[in-house]
């Protein structure tokens, strides 16, 4: 009786009587074996083995890749310092407010001074803030408008509120608003004028329907609309971001303490600065380690060269990363005299190439 052993790997994988052919299923797709065979008389005796066979699996076919999801409509308006901030009848206040009680609402207050929030899940509604200090040169200290000093486990909603810089010559305020602790934050349909900074540290939550106009650089502060230095789970939409400086930017998502992850920017018309956006790629944080952007995108906003050609002093943005799922989709430049044309932003390179 004549049988043949068959080896796979040099593994013996299976003995067959009277029989020539032999079918494997226990391979795995994509890897590749080698086949051998030895054959023995009904006596016993062994030939040697064969020479061996390399065999490749074929993979399974790989799954199209999923469409994106479709592009928005371009917004028909945008937010303007007439219909953001502030409105109606608002009681006065005079000097520094403090907010301490977690979950008080604060409305319809006009503050001549600063306004420092301590507590959580504080809501600030219809509040304008009017503050500023002379400005002594380099030397002139900080000076935040609203100051949110919460913890970062909670958040804090501002909505329809006002910053405004006195508008007496050599008056200086650093930052609109100053986010201290990272926490999560909803800013909407607010209005943010002449400061140096308009929103500065956000790190999570929505920012949408604001119009942040900076004032001139004077004490050679970094000039942003909005800035981050690591966020998570962050939406920007549908905000005016103008910075007539030709430094720093209208948007900037720098690494500073980590890398930016889960950012959605839409629909915002964003101009000035030197470059109009830092798109939130870095080679590193301030302790060196790695901090490319993973799930970033920037999807149907506008460049507007309201203050400079190429929407930026140096360009209109750079340090994007489409890595994760990140897009860039459908950015474009607006002229100078506010006319949409269909001419493409192109996608700014990866921090340091």
Not at 108 to 125: D, E, H, P, Q, Y
Request: charged fraction near 10%; aromatic fraction near 8%.
């Amino acid at each position: 009786m004549a049988q043949y052993v068959v080896y796979r790997d040099g593994v013996k994988l299976a003995a067959l009587t009277n029989a020539t052919t032999y079918s494997d299923a226990t391979v795995v797709a994509g890897r590749k074996y080698g086949y051998q065979v030895l054959a023995m008389n009904g006596a016993g005796a062994a030939s040697a083995l064969s020479a061996m066979v390399s065999v490749t699996v074929p993979g399974k076919p790989a799954a199209p890749p999923a469409a994106p999801p479709p592009v928005p409509p371009m917004p028909s308006g945008w937010p303007t310092a007439s219909n953001t901030g502030a409105s109606g009848s608002l009681a006065d206040v005079s000097g520094d407010v403090v907010l301490s009680n977690a979950g008080e609402v604060y409305t319809n207050k006009r503050i001549k001074g600063t306004l420092t929030v301590t507590a959580c899940n504080v809501t600030l509604r219809n509040v304008e803030v009017d503050s500023g200090e002379p400005f002594t040169g380099n030397s002139t200290p900080d000076l935040f408008g609203i100051w949110l000093q919460e913890s970062a486990t909670c958040g804090v909603t501002v909505d329809h509120v006002s910053t405004i810089t006195e508008g007496a010559p050599n008056v200086y305020v650093t930052t609109s608003i100053r986010v201290a602790r990272g926490g999560p934050v909803t800013i909407t349909n607010s209005k943010l004028l002449g400061a140096q900074l308009g929103i500065l540290g956000v790190a999570a939550g929505v920012v949408r329907g604001n119009f942040i106009e900076l004032g001139q650089n004077m004490r050679g502060d970094h000039n942003d609309a909005i800035q981050g230095d690591g966020a998570t789970n962050l939406t920007l939409d549908h905000n005016t971001l103008l910075n007539p400086n030709d430094q720093t930017s209208a948007l900037a998502l720098y690494t500073e303490y980590g890398n930016n992850n889960n950012i959605m920017v839409t629909n915002n018309l964003m101009a000035g600065g030197g470059y109009t956006c830092y798109c939130g790629d870095g080679a590193t944080d301030n302790n060196g380690n790695a901090a490319r952007a993973v799930s970033v995108s920037f999807v149907n906003n506008v460049f507007w060269r309201k203050y400079f050609p190429t929407a930026g002093n140096f360009g209109p943005g750079r340090a994007y990363n489409p890595a994760g799922g990140g897009r860039w989709v459908n950015n474009l430049f607006m002229a100078a005299d506010g006319t949409l044309t269909t001419e493409q932003v192109p996608q700014p390179s990866l921090d340091g190439s």
